[in-house]
């Protein structure tokens, strides 16, 4: 499968670097070593990382860690790995992972499409999580949202036959642009009869959620699971 045809032309976020606690500072400093990945040249090694075989979770922007680190505490049979590039909630997440004695979880500070794209083998996910991403709502911004076509087809390649794809947000139009490519693509189907399906139980709320939720904003859960034996070619 030839992935020349994908080009990273604009990125999906913005490096804000925020202020890091000294908790935070030290979670990095001294329990990365333990629980941070970093990028390589070559696929990442699952059965290596976690010392098992076990259905492996990606999620991609984890903000603060909170309910990612709830997941993997609920769900000791999977393996959860975490992307995002903002320090504190890297932090966060580091520490949540020894305050929860977490051995299933794992983190990775870099760009997320680039990690999938060079790292992460091909069939090897069970599951692919994008929670409350950055709309990039004005018109000339949209170009900006990670969901196009040509992401897709990446994580079509990487996630195992009838793997999922959870999305979910608090903009109704970016719900409606998420549906649109999903519909669109041949190798995914929604497991409900409409582009949107109920929030499922192993969702914990998250920080973005609740805001959005304060804010009168509605809440959009997309599920699609891989059927990918005919992928198409990225």
Known sequence: MSEKKFMRTVRSFVLRQGR?????EAALESLWPRFGINASD??????????RQAPVTLE???G?????????????????????????GVGRLLHLIEEYDLKNLRVIKDDAVEIIKNNIPEDSLDCVQLFFPD?????????????????????????????????????????????????????FESISDSPY?????????????????????GVWDLLYVCKNSNKAII
């Not at 890091?20 to 935070?24: A, D, E, F, M, R």
């Not at 990612?68 to 992307?83: H, S």
């Not at 999903?182 to 190798?187: N, R, S």
């Open 60 to 62: 991609i922007g984890f």
């Open 20 to 24: 890091l606690t000294s908790g935070q």
């Open 135 to 187: 709309p990039w709502h004005k018109k000339k911004h949209n170009k900006r949202r990670i969901v196009q076509p040509n992401f897709v087809s990446l994580l079509a390649s990487r996630l195992q036959e009838n793997g999922i794809f959870h999305m979910a947000t608090d903009w109704q139009a970016y719900a409606e642009h998420m549906a649109e490519v999903m519909e669109a693509h041949a190798d």
């Open 197 to 217: 399906s109920s929030k499922p139980e192993s969702r914990p709320e998250t920080k973005f959620e609740r805001r959005g939720l304060d804010r009168g904003h």
């Open 42 to 51: 070559k696929p990442f090694n699952f059965t290596e990382i976690f010392g």
């Open 64 to 88: 603060n860690g909170d309910s990612l680190a709830t997941m993997a505490k609920n769900a000791p049979e999977r393996d959860f790995i975490g992307i995002e590039v903002h320090r504190p």
